[in-house]
């Protein structure tokens, strides 16, 4: 094993440590403001029938409000199983 599949493996062992608490903030709060205001500008730009790639996905609330909005796909990349595992019930 090399350091750089340590840090991965510890980096996402941390990240996915707060797949539940983003799933906690998202219930009571929604989509933060930034991420409102990303998908504001992205349907003015055209997003119907758009193929998404998000990297660093997290629990995927973002490509699935932008799934909801008229995209056609989207693919999420995390480092972190606790949230690809989150986005997987939620989507």
């Not at 539940?20 to 349907?43: A, H, N, S």
């Not at 003015?44 to 056609?72: F, K, M, R, T, V």
Request: aromatic share 6%.
């Amino acid at each position: 094993m090399n350091c750089c599949s340590t840090i991965q493996t510890d980096t996402g062992r941390l990240f996915s440590w707060f797949a539940m608490p983003q799933r906690l903030r998202f219930r009571l709060f929604g989509l933060e403001k930034t991420q409102r205001q990303l998908i504001q500008g992205i349907k003015q730009a055209g997003l119907d029938g758009a193929e998404l790639l998000e990297i660093g996905c997290g629990p995927g609330y973002l490509h699935q409000a932008l799934l909801q909005s008229g995209a056609a796909h989207a693919t999420g990349v995390d480092l972190a199983e606790g949230m690809l595992a989150e986005a997987r019930t939620s989507a």
